[in-house]
């Protein structure tokens, strides 16, 4: 099964600072139809989670732009620029490019 | 508008099986796949198994013996089920569809005796 390695698992911001939060694979990700099946999706205290990003970097409607997504292959990046308050909570990277599907360990986002 | 509505027993016994049902509305089974995804207490996420549209499953690779997913499109509702329950199977349990756009609430699911 593929194996996705989040880091940091704790992230400590301030209002307004930007982030980073990455996810490795254990294989490459890239399927034979030459897309990418790797999600991003944000968990809030007491919610089922959020879809912010699909295909690596494609936006999910509704989400603000301060999201984005990079990366191919085996190492992918989540983005925030300009963290706010509506932002803490949990994230997770999920690949769909294998079966079975996997989930990284999550990246807790707080407030410093 | 979608729906997604998870159901079942919320305390099942140790070694006995656990039936959920995912309700779903305002898109067609035969045309999305609908996984479950589960959460135990203050952990993270894991993908539990899907139904394709086809009709056709896929199951987490340590589930795998115990678990079995699905479906009645007349009814628009999907089933999980899961025999030989432990301790470690107590979790939030989620169906979600659309590539985890959309997502149930979650249905609690504590295994005690």
């Known amino acids: 099964d593929v194996v996705l390695t989040q880091t940091p698992p704790t992230l400590s911001a301030t209002i307004g600072q930007s982030v980073s939060i990455s996810c490795r694979s254990s294989?490459?990700?890239?399927?034979?139809?030459?897309?990418?099946?790797l999600n991003w999706l944000l968990q809030r205290p007491g919610q089922p989670p959020q879809l912010l990003i699909y295909?690596?970097?494609r936006l999910e409607s509704g989400v603000p732009n301060r999201f984005s997504g990079s990366g191919s292959g085996t190492d992918f990046t989540l983005k925030i620029s300009g963290v706010e308050a509506e932002d803490l909570g949990v994230y997770y990277c999920v690949q769909s490019t294998h079966a079975p599907r996997t989930f990284g360990g999550g990246t807790k986002l707080e407030l410093k | 508008q979608v729906q997604l509505k998870e159901s079942g027993p919320g305390l099942v016994q140790p070694s006995q099986t656990l039936s959920l049902t995912c309700t779903v509305s305002?898109?067609?089974?035969?045309?999305?796949?609908v996984h479950w995804v589960r959460q135990p207490p203050g952990k993270g996420l894991e993908w539990v198994g899907a139904?394709?549209?086809?009709?056709?499953?896929d199951y987490n690779s340590a589930l795998k013996s115990r678990l079995s997913i699905s479906r009645d499109t007349s009814k628009s509702q999907v089933f999980l089920k899961m025999n030989s329950l432990q301790t470690e199977d107590t979790a939030i349990y989620f169906c979600?569809?659309?590539?985890?756009?959309?997502w149930g609430q979650g249905v609690m699911v504590t295994v005690s005796s």
């Open positions: 305002g898109f067609s089974l035969t045309s999305n796949s």
């Open positions: 979600t569809a659309r590539s985890y756009l959309w």
């Open positions: 295909l690596v970097s």
């Open positions: 139904i394709w549209s086809g009709g056709s499953t």
């Open positions: 294989q490459s990700l890239l399927h034979s139809n030459g897309n990418t099946y």
